[in-house]
T-cell receptor, first 115, second 112 residues
Framework: KNQVEQSPQSLIILEGKNCTLQ??????????LRWYKQDTGRGPVSLTI?????NTKSNGRYTATLDADTKQSSLHITASQLSDSASYIC??????????????FGGGTRLMVKP | DVKVTQSSRYLVKRTGEKVFLECVQD?????MFWYRQDPGLGLRLIYF???????EKGDIPEGYSVSREKKERFSLILESASTNQTSMYLC???????????FGPGTRLTVT
């Protein structure tokens, strides 16, 4: 069964500090992995997408890594800001032959940045 | 900019009522999706449609049906709402297989 596990479930950090969120998956065959940011009461918004051959991808203060051998990904946030307070969701796409790339969603990490 | 809109941000319905949740996208996307999101369970796929008048069951279709008569609109229907359908409902669309999904703002449905 395809699964995506995220850790920690929740995290509180001080403004300006760095943090790293983890994502482990057992999705096969692997197509790509995305990190989404979801503000409270809003829909998720994509931060990064990584395919099998990519190890690192950055989007401003967000840097995602992917280790396809160990099936792990991380999202590193540098110099956190209050606006980074949100849920971060790891989503892994499995390649299929039909029209749908089926997605498996992690449960998310709830990040709170305090002043 | 892709825009996915949902008809209501908040909705309160009574048990047994028929409920319609509407989703519209303005980017001519082929595929559309309905998810529900519950604390501790993440997003779970209810139904998806990869073209007009086409639909496929997701992981948790029981108690729901969908309609896609036009490309830009995907409706989720709760035939007889129950309290266990209280949840956040998210609609998403994408151009096609392998492309990014864009999410709407969500509808928080409460069934009393």
């Amino acid at each position: 069964k395809n699964q995506v596990e995220q850790s920690p479930q929740s995290l509180i950090i001080l403004e300006g500090k760095n943090c790293t969120l983890q994502c482990n998956y057992t999705v096969s065959p692997f197509s790509n992995l995305r990190w989404y940011k979801q503000d409270t009461g809003r829909g998720p918004v994509s931060l990064t997408i990584m395919t099998f051959s990519e190890n690192t991808k950055s989007n401003g203060r967000y840097t995602a890594t992917l280790d396809a051998d160990t099936k792990q990904s991380s999202l590193h946030i540098t110099a956190s800001q209050l606006s980074d307070s949100a849920s971060y969701i790891c989503v892994v796409s499995a390649a299929k032959n039909n029209a749908g790339n089926m997605l498996t969603f992690g449960g998310g990490t709830r990040l709170m940045v305090k002043p | 900019d892709v825009k996915v809109t949902q008809s209501s941000r908040y909705l309160v319905k009574r048990t047994g009522e028929k409920v319609f949740l509407e989703c519209v996208q303005d980017m001519d996307h082929e595929n559309m999706f309905w998810y529900r999101q519950d604390p501790g369970l993440g997003l779970r796929l209810i139904y998806f449609s990869y073209d007009v008048k086409m639909k496929e069951k997701g992981d948790i279709p029981e108690g729901y049906s969908v309609s896609r008569e036009k490309k830009e609109r995907f409706s989720l229907i709760l035939e007889s709402a129950s309290t266990n359908q209280t949840s956040m409902y998210l609609c998403a669309s994408r151009r096609g297989r392998g492309y990014e999904q864009y999410f709407g703002p969500g509808t928080r449905l409460t069934v009393t």
